[in-house]
């Protein structure tokens, strides 16, 4: 992998706990937040924060209802690194926090665009 763009998650499976050196460039508020294609099914998708908070914070709007709201989407799941467990999120519910520089599996019912 040559580039790792916003908008879309990453997974990165390793067996030791190996520090990893990445240049992201910093985001500029002013400009247009990047547009993510989604396909039907299964989506690796990231958090893009507009607000520059720190990474695993809630995002503004905190949801996945608000954060996905502009795709027809059922189910997410983020892996819990230090718990080692699946976390679930869906659609409407009250448990349904997402955070910055997270990705999530989210379960497209329809092809769309996300819109962050």
């Known amino acids: ?3 790792v763009e916003a908008g ?5 499976n390793t067996t030791a706990f190996t ?3 990445t240049l992201i460039p910093e985001a500029n508020p002013a400009a247009v937040l990047p ?4 396909t039907t099914g299964w989506n690796l998708l ?10 695993s914070t809630a995002v503004d709007g905190g949801d996945s209802s608000t954060y996905f709201s502009s795709i027809d989407w059922s189910v997410a799941y983020q892996f819990d690194t230090q718990g080692n467990a699946w976390v679930k999120s869906v659609s409407g519910t009250a448990d349904n926090r997402i955070a910055t520089a997270r990705g999530y599996w989210v379960w ?5 665009t996300l819109v962050p």
């Open 1 to 3: 992998m040559t580039k």
């Open 108 to 112: 497209a019912n329809k092809a769309g």
């Open 19 to 21: 520090a990893i050196s």
């Open 35 to 38: 547009t993510v294609p989604v």
């Open 8 to 12: 879309y998650g990453y997974w990165v």
């Open 46 to 55: 990231g958090v893009v924060d507009i607000a520059l908070n720190a990474a």
